[in-house]
């Protein structure tokens, strides 16, 4: 298959080297001169001119979630009729319904996000076994057809993702505000507190808690934003929680803790059991 | 040197196990007749009516806090002149003031706490590769005596530990408060809002964030009690965090936000350089 990667970043560039070894033609942009020439230079993209793309069978836009929009708001006469255009955004709902709209109908948009990455940003981090065993939300809207969302799936499955699962934009937000954006808020809030000599001296998993604390503002500061509304709920939920159990310890209500503390373990364990 | 372990769950009984590699007599006790049965029978240790303790070396107090300082009280009379005692309770400042009240001066007790644990408790789970590599801190107070510090601190490297501190009981449980017990605290917090279908599909990051909200309910929640002051401090400064990174969400801060961001990014890789 011939496919354009728009984006030459840790995601796209890391599509890019598993797409060409996987035996495709790979096409790619990347307004940042120096990562063309490096990406040109080790072969990992045939090319890169804009124009190339109305040639491709698959679009992968690997920009931020604005920069996304805008990239199809300026190249709509280079989409063509059949083609597959998906995204690996992490925040969908603005985005998904900006692009749907921008579109003609012709054109086959299926979002996706990759749930893998690096604290390293750029071409520089690719890493071609990042989405060994990962997992995948494909997005799936009122205007999705079957069609192309089964050719996402498969176009996933070679690059190595294990499971794919279809979600709402509403609800894959939903879900990756808890499960990706609070434990992001939640390592750099860490980080306040802490200094190196707390970290020197801390177990593993304090450190290992605030690993992903090593942040891309530019990206993140966007990626919070424009999911702000379920993140601030999250916000909201956690803090009460934490004030919660600040409670129990202030009356020492070693009831409420202890059984706090098994709902915990119980939950948690349930998972252990349904991983094994 | 003779060794006599007072609780054989997962830390007095890995001590054991590795102290017994090491080639030294361990002895030990423990009120659960099925483990007493299994550590003799294993022959991890070589006996273990308590009457023995003042014919040792050295005693480590493996019990929760509370009953340390119980077990203290109830057998005073079988500590002896030189002995070394030790303990290895998550929180020191209450424990180590009332068993420093209760000893006879000619009994050097020394407090420590072995950084390193797991999920599962009890004999069962012993494991003698459990400290290698580990942190440890060793209390000191105004009744510390050097030399007693310096057999504690050698038998703690043969065990395997790495890095060795020295804190009072202090500066220990406001470091636990932040680097242990809030992790703790996050970690069931997250997972009262999750369920297993969140776990199954969250990135690895979840997993690894809540792998500690499988806590030991009854020994968690002493411990907790017994910081209270400190944690309750942390879990506020925690929830004032959350609501300042919501506030930023709420006015569109993203100057603010980028900026939180590049702080928590600057301090993390700090120590990421620290530590190559």
Redesign the interface.
């Known amino acids: 298959m011939k496919i354009f990667i728009v984006g030459l970043g840790l995601i796209g560039a890391s599509y890019a080297e598993c797409l060409r070894e996987l035996g495709h033609d790979v096409y790619g942009h990347d307004t940042d001169a120096t990562t063309m020439r490096k990406a040109t230079g080790n072969g990992i993209i045939k090319g890169g001119t804009i124009n190339m793309m109305s040639t491709c069978d698959v679009v992968v836009l690997a920009l931020y979630p604005e920069a996304n929009i805008k990239f199809v708001k300026n190249n709509l006469d280079r989409f063509k009729a059949g083609q597959l255009l998906t995204d690996v955004s992490g925040v969908k709902r603005t985005m998904v319904a900006a692009i749907e709209s921008l579109l003609p109908k012709t054109v086959d948009y299926v979002s996706h996000h990759p749930?893998?990455g690096s604290e390293n940003p750029g071409f520089d981090a690719r890493d071609r076994t990042l989405f060994r065993g990962?997992?995948a939300?494909v997005i799936t809207t009122p205007n999705t057809r079957n069609d192309p969302v089964d050719r996402l799936k498969k176009l996933l499955e070679t690059i190595g993702f294990s499971?794919i699962?279809e979600a709402t934009p509403e609800r894959h937000d939903a879900?990756i505000a808890?499960?990706?954006q609070?434990?992001h808020?939640?390592?750099?809030?860490?980080?306040?507190?802490?200094?190196?000599e707390?970290?020197?001296?801390?177990?593993n998993?304090?450190k290992?808690?605030?690993?992903?604390?090593?942040?891309?503002?530019?990206m993140?500061?966007?990626l919070?934003?424009s999911n702000?509304e379920y993140?601030?709920e999250?916000?909201?939920?956690?803090?009460e929680?934490?004030?919660l159990?600040?409670q129990y310890?202030?009356t020492?209500d070693?009831t409420a803790?202890?059984r706090?503390?098994?709902?915990?373990?119980e939950?948690?364990?349930?998972?252990?059991n349904?991983?094994d």
């Open positions: 749930m893998a990962a997992n939300i499971t699962k879900f808890l499960t990706s609070l434990p808020a939640l390592a750099m809030a860490l980080m306040k507190g802490s200094d190196v707390t970290l020197d001296f801390a177990g998993s304090f290992d808690l605030t690993r992903i604390a090593s942040i891309n503002a530019p993140w500061s966007e919070f934003l702000k993140l601030i999250e916000l909201h939920k956690m803090s929680e934490l004030l159990i600040a310890l202030k020492d070693a803790l202890t706090y503390m098994e709902a915990s373990k939950k948690r364990d349930v998972y252990g349904h991983q």
